[in-house]
């Protein structure tokens, strides 16, 4: 079974450009989960769906970041503009109750590590 | 909020040797899951062992095992004949029916030869 595929895995850019991240869930997974990660702390939750509909994006500063799932496969997170406080390693999740029962396990993806110069 | 607190940000332990990694966490909910993951430098979160609140049992998984204590609100990882292979991040985390996984700092566990 493929697991999460998640690219560019490495992106730098400058200040005030925008960067687009990409994600491919574990086939039949609906939910769907972006995670930012600053250097020695434990990943953050940004937004979660369910299918195509964001059903948690409370943490997203939606000033700057916008994430889409259209047809509730892929998923595309945007940062436009970047700032310097934006460089951290973002991580893609995806888990299915129905594959995997009332676990609630998530499967990560190797992450973006983006840095904004 | 729930929050989790890893309060060793780092351990050394010789291999072969055993290793415990503690984790705390504060909730007001009756059920939940509760995991640890390991994050090499690669960067890839593995799951490591999972634990159902609602289980007494504590849960184990080849060397690893886990000492839960719900009144507690505690949750340590236990790694017996530590391997070269497990040096890496270690991150507890916490979630209520697939909801956001809420983790912890981690711990920084490295191995000795």
């Known amino acids: 079974e493929a697991g999460v595929v998640q690219s560019p895995r490495y992106k730098i850019i400058e200040k005030k450009q925008p960067v687009a991240f990409w994600c491919n869930p574990i086939s039949g997974h609906n939910t769907l989960y972006w995670y930012r990660q600053n250097l020695g702390q434990g990943p953050e939750l940004l937004i979660r769906?369910?299918?195509?509909?964001?059903?948690?994006d409370s943490q997203l500063p939606k000033d700057r970041f916008s994430a889409e799932r259209l047809k509730g496969v892929d998923s595309t997170l945007k940062i436009q503009p970047a700032e310097l406080g934006d460089s951290a390693v973002y991580l893609c999740?995806?888990?299915?109750?129905?594959?995997?029962?009332?676990?609630?396990?998530?499967?990560f993806g190797p992450g973006t590590r983006l840095t904004v110069t | 909020a729930q929050t989790v607190t890893q309060s060793q940000p780092e351990m050394s332990v010789q291999e072969a040797e055993t290793v415990t990694l503690s984790c705390t966490y504060d909730t007001s909910e009756s059920d939940y899951y509760l995991f640890w993951y390991k994050q090499p430098p690669s960067r890839q979160m593995i799951l490591v062992i999972r634990?159902?609140?609602?289980?007494?049992q504590n849960a184990t998984e080849n060397r690893f095992s886990v000492n839960f204590q719900k009144a507690a609100k505690s949750f340590s990882l236990k790694i017996s004949d530590s391997q070269l292979g497990d040096a890496a991040m270690y991150f507890c985390?916490?979630?209520?029916?697939?909801?956001?996984?809420?983790f912890g700092a981690g711990t920084i566990l490295r191995v000795k030869s």
């Open positions: 985390a916490y979630t209520e029916y697939g909801n956001k996984l809420v």
């Open positions: 634990q159902e609140a609602y289980k007494q």
């Open positions: 999740a995806s888990s299915s109750i129905l594959m995997t029962g009332e676990s609630y396990e998530q499967y």
């Open positions: 769906y369910e299918n195509e509909e964001a059903v948690d």
